[in-house]
C-alpha cells in the first residue's frame, strides 16, 4: 500500500506594501535636507550679510568704501529639482504691496503652463512667463550676459531692492562653477555690496556699521545717485534652494558661470526622467539670461 506525502503548501505571498511606503523608503533625504534640519535662517536685511563680511574682512580693500544693500528674502529648502520655482517663490516676499505666493500655487502653476515636468526650470523665457503670471509684476529677462551695458542694469535694479533671479553652474559648496551647464541651478540675488573709490559714499546717506566701520549700510530704500564710473569691485548676495544661508559671491564669478551654460548633464539625460527642455537646450533657454523682478506691483 503506497502512502502519499502531503506537504504544506507554502504560505501565500505577502502582499505589495503601500505606494506611500514604497515612495517613502525609496526616497533617501538628500544631504542638504538633513544639514538644514532643525536649523533656522538669520533673519534681517544686514545681519547675516555683516557676519560674512567680518569672516572675511582681510580680503576686502581698505582703501575703498564698501556700500552694502540687501532686502530679506526667507529661505526654503528645495524637495527634488526645483531650485528655479524656489528662487521664485524667495522673491516674491519682495513683493509691493506684500503678495503671499504658497510653493505649492508656484509649482502648479509651472506645471499647468508646461513649463516643467519635475520643478525643473531650464528656460528663463518661461521662468519670465511664470514670473509674470505668479506675481503679476512687471518681469524683465537680460540676454547677453551679465557683462557690459547689463552689468549697470542689474546693478541699478538690486540697488533698488529688487531681486534678480540667476541661473548658472552648482559647485559642492553651492558656489558658482564653470561645468558646461551640468549643475545648472537658480539662485535668487537680492543683495549687492559695492566697493567704490573714496568720496563716492555719503555717510549722512549711507551710515556706517558699528562693529565694521569702513562698511557703510542702506537704509530706507535709498539708493544710488552719483555715477557708477566710481565702482572698483561688485559682490551678490545670492540664496539657492539647498542652503539656509546667505552666500557672498563675486559678480565676475557668477557672470562666468551664467554664461557658459550649454548642455544637461548627460547622466542626468539618460536616467528616464521626463525633463522639459526649451527649443535649443541649455544653451539657449539659460546662457547669458537673467531675470529681473520689478516688485512695485502698484506701477506693474
Known amino acids: 500500500m503506497s502512502t502519499e506525502n502531503h ?9 505589495p506594501p503601500p505606494t506611500s511606503l514604497i515612495c517613502s ?3 533617501k533625504k538628500k544631504l542638504y535636507q538633513a544639514i538644514a534640519e ?16 567680518r569672516q572675511r574682512e582681510s580680503s576686502f580693500r581698505k582703501d575703498l ?13 528645495q524637495d527634488g529639482p526645483q531650485c528655479g520655482l524656489v528662487a521664485l517663490w524667495m522673491a516674491t516676499h519682495l513683493l509691493q504691496p506684500p ?6 500655487t508656484v509649482t502648479q502653476a509651472a506645471k499647468d503652463k508646461g513649463y516643467t515636468a519635475q520643478g525643473e ?16 509684476c512687471r518681469v524683465q529677462r537680460l540676454s547677453g550676459g551679465m557683462m557690459g551695458d547689463n552689468t549697470a542694469v542689474i546693478l541699478k535694479h538690486l540697488t533698488g531692492g529688487q531681486p534678480v533671479l540667476i541661473p548658472y553652474d552648482e559647485d559642492f559648496n553651492h558656489e558658482p562653477c564653470l561645468r558646461n551647464g551640468h549643475k545648472a541651478h537658480w539662485a535668487v540675488v537680492s543683495g549687492i555690496l559695492l566697493g567704490v573709490r573714496q568720496g563716492c559714499v555719503d555717510s549722512k546717506r549711507f ?6 566701520p569702513w562698511l557703510h549700510l542702506s537704509q530706507n530704500g535709498a539708493s544710488i545717485s552719483w555715477h557708477t564710473d566710481g565702482i572698483e569691485e561688485v559682490f551678490v548676495l545670492a540664496k539657492q534652494g539647498k542652503s539656509l544661508r546667505y552666500q557672498l559671491w563675486k559678480f565676475e564669478t557668477i557672470a562666468q558661470s551664467n554664461a557658459q551654460l550649454k548642455e544637461m548633464d548627460p547622466q542626468r539625460a539618460s536616467d528616464g526622467t521626463c525633463y522639459v527642455l526649451p527649443p535649443g537646450g541649455v544653451q539657449e533657454g539659460l546662457a547669458g539670461q537673467v531675470v529681473l523682478l520689478h516688485t512695485n506691483t502698484l506701477m506693474a
Request: charged share 20%.
Open 7 to 15: 506537504a504544506t503548501p507554502p504560505p501565500p505571498p505577502l502582499p
Open 25 to 27: 523608503v525609496s526616497s
Open 38 to 53: 532643525g536649523k533656522a535662517p538669520v533673519e534681517g536685511d544686514h545681519e547675516e550679510a555683516k557676519i560674512i563680511i
Open 65 to 77: 568704501q564698501w556700500l552694502l544693500f540687501n532686502k530679506y528674502v526667507p529661505s526654503l529648502i
Open 99 to 104: 503678495k503671499m505666493v504658497s510653493m505649492e
Open 121 to 136: 526650470m531650464f528656460s528663463a523665457s518661461d521662468m519670465t512667463k511664470l514670473a509674470d503670471e505668479v506675481c503679476a
Open 207 to 212: 551710515p556706517t556699521d558699528v562693529t565694521l
